[in-house]
């Protein structure tokens, strides 16, 4: 199971905010496949076709919103 579903970057998170979502597509027809919490940073990972890249990193000091997959 996917743990993170969206994480959004920036202090005004309705107006100034960027939003990723697991399963948007972007980038030239990726779609973003994984969001992973790591030790300092978030990953963002997109896909096209088979093919799975890192596309982003976020440093955990910046205003961050993460929000959680709720389906189990």
Same mark, same amino acid.
């Given at each position: 199971m996917k743990?993170?579903?969206?994480? &959004?970057?920036?202090? @005004?998170?309705? $107006? @100034?905010? !960027?939003?990723?979502a697991v399963g948007q597509e972007v980038y030239g027809g990726h779609v973003i496949c994984d969001i992973l919490e790591r030790e300092e940073k978030y990953s963002v990972f997109i896909r096209k076709n088979k @093919?799975?890249?890192?596309?982003? @990193?976020? $440093?955990? $000091? !910046?205003?961050? &919103?993460?929000?959680? $997959?709720?389906?189990y």
């Open positions: 743990l993170i579903r969206k994480i &959004s970057i920036g202090k @005004d998170y309705k $107006n @100034d905010a !960027m939003h990723y @093919d799975v890249i890192p596309w982003k @990193d976020f $440093n955990k $000091n !910046m205003a961050i &919103s993460v929000e959680y $997959n709720l389906e």
